[in-house]
């Protein structure tokens, strides 16, 4: 892994970890759901990254 891999590692676990929560404190239905994708695109992205599958990058 590169440095710049290194970080877009930790812009998307910080991303990850924003969008969670989010949608662990959130009360709005449509945030929620607007946050879980947020969440759903940083995994993806890691998984992208890292060639890893992406539960292993889904932090809750």
Known sequence: MT???KKWV???V???SLAQAR???GRDKYDIERFEE???ISVAMM???S???AQ???IC
Request: hydrophobic letters at 55%; a negative charge; proline letters at 4%.
């Open 3 to 5: 440095v710049d891999d």
């Open 56 to 58: 292993k990058w889904l």
């Open 47 to 49: 998984a992208e990254l």
């Open 38 to 40: 947020i969440r759903e």
């Open 23 to 25: 949608v662990a404190y």
């Open 14 to 16: 910080r991303l990850q």
């Open 51 to 53: 060639q890893l599958p």
């Open 10 to 12: 930790v812009w998307l």
